[in-house]
């Protein structure tokens, strides 16, 4: 048996703006599961101070609505990017990895999981159902990967024909 993975979820995003809430209640979701060796943060955006957190995993999965991103979601890792600039403020996902290798000497691998949106123009904290069924799928495909799925199967994972969760989890 290997050795447990630490794992951060970061899922971020605007809950007062409609579908760009979906990072947070995806996070949320896994978050009340409880799952062993998986740290959840919630937040409005990547930031500097995320560095240090990524530092301490060996993996890391940012969740983060999309509006162009195929039905239901995507799935794909990120390498860590030079950030030609940044602010106090916020990071780009790719960014943050790299800031944590930098600072930290962090080795984590990074995914992104990208749900797919549809409102994002108005204020308000509901999601759309079309939004809210993306959020279901996403959230069995994380829970099964989360909780001792094989990472060493996991590929770029583009959905680009409506799939019910059980067929995104069987492509872990």
């Not at 050795?3 to 978050?31: T, Y």
């Not at 409005?44 to 979601?73: K, L, M, N, W």
Request: glycine content about 6%; hydrophobic content about 45%; proline content about 6%.
């Amino acid at each position: 048996m290997s050795d447990p993975q630490k794992i951060l979820l970061i899922g971020f995003g605007n809950p007062g703006r409609l579908d760009d809430g979906l990072g947070p209640a995806l996070a949320q979701a896994i978050e009340e599961m409880a799952l062993p060796n998986v740290t959840v943060d919630i937040d409005y955006q990547v930031s500097v101070e995320h560095a240090q957190a990524i530092a301490g995993c060996d993996r890391v999965v940012f969740a983060d609505a999309s509006t162009d991103c195929p039905e239901p979601f995507s799935f794909t890792r990120i390498e860590p990017a030079e950030h030609l600039s940044f602010s106090s403020h916020s990071l780009s996902p790719a960014a943050a990895m790299s800031l944590a290798g930098e600072l930290f000497a962090a080795k984590a691998e990074g995914y992104i999981l990208a749900v797919r949106g549809y409102d994002f123009n108005e204020f308000g904290e509901r999601l759309s159902a079309a939004a809210m069924d993306n959020l279901a799928a996403a959230t069995a495909f994380a829970r099964t990967l989360l909780s001792g799925g094989d990472w060493a199967q996991v590929r770029p994972w583009r959905c680009e024909e409506p799939a019910s969760s059980a067929t995104a989890v069987n492509r872990i």
